[in-house]
């Protein structure tokens, strides 16, 4: 009895040693071609990585002396009658006197100060595109 225990282990060892012997050779391959991928690959590759891209195509540089002055007239005027109303507005709201509430128009910008809660409250509206911008100053 005493050695039929260890008979039976060793058989029982000597009939799964095989079977544990038995195993493949794992190899790793990338997928990317540039790091010995198949180059088969790349067109996929290519294909996810632009549909995944979301940034544009520059766009060529417009040549500078091509702009209408007119238009660039415009502009500079419109940004210098924006920058003397925010310094009108910010020296009557920081300076001797508290800036009244009404409508301004300049151009093409409606714009509207009113009081609230938070502080003055500018919004400006561009009547050629709809668009709308609002400020809040606060009090301090």
Do not use: C
């Not at 609002?134 to 301090?140: D, E, G, R």
């Amino acid at each position: 009895m005493k050695l039929l225990k260890p008979i039976l282990l060793f058989s029982l060892f000597l009939f799964l040693a095989p079977l544990a012997g038995h195993s493949q050779e794992f190899v790793y391959r990338p997928v990317n071609p540039a790091f010995g991928g198949n180059y088969l690959n790349y067109q996929w590759l290519l294909s996810s990585a632009q549909a995944q891209n979301p940034f544009e195509e520059a766009q060529p540089a417009r040549d500078p002396f091509a702009r209408d002055p007119l238009a660039d007239f415009e502009s500079n005027l419109s940004r210098q009658i924006l920058s003397q109303l925010s310094s009108r507005i910010m020296q009557e709201q920081f300076g001797e006197g508290p800036l009244g509430e009404g409508k301004y128009t300049f151009g093409n910008y409606e714009i509207e100060v009113t009081p609230g809660l938070e502080g003055l409250i500018v919004t400006i509206l561009d009547s050629n595109t709809g668009s709308e911008t609002t400020i809040t100053i606060p009090h301090y």
